[in-house]
């Protein structure tokens, strides 16, 4: 089965949809506290990676309980926006701030 992930700005939640022919919601995660997100890319472990406003922490990542559990802070990647994991364990950040596309190892 396949799954869309949206992410609620408003409702400080992702919601995961089974696809294809998207009927109702197959679950959410919520998140612990205000991430205004901009983009969201979920993990082979089931976390979620979020691009926010927030500038000290662009990047934050919750677990299926809807806890932090990483953080990216602002000296590695100033303004993130766009985000995506590759098959390599790769998150990809886009920054604002000086236009350029982030390669950030999140594996251990």
């Known amino acids: 089965m396949d799954y869309l992930y949206v992410s609620s700005r408003s409702q400080n ?3 995961r949809y089974s ?3 998207v009927h109702s919601r197959a679950s959410s995660t919520p998140f612990e506290r205000n991430s205004r997100t ?7 472990m089931g976390r979620i990676w979020a691009a926010s406003d ?3 922490i662009p990047v934050r990542c919750w ?3 809807g806890n ?7 000296n590695i990647i100033s303004s ?17 701030d000086d236009g350029m596309l ?7």
């Open 54 to 56: 927030d500038s000290r």
């Open 13 to 15: 939640r992702t919601y």
């Open 102 to 108: 982030y390669s950030i190892v999140i594996t251990e």
């Open 38 to 44: 901009r983009d969201i890319a979920r993990d082979s």
């Open 80 to 96: 993130a926006a766009g985000l995506a994991i590759d098959d390599d364990g790769h998150l990809w950040a886009s920054n604002n």
């Open 63 to 65: 677990d299926s309980s």
């Open 68 to 74: 932090t559990v990483e953080e990216i802070n602002g």
């Open 19 to 21: 696809i294809p022919g």
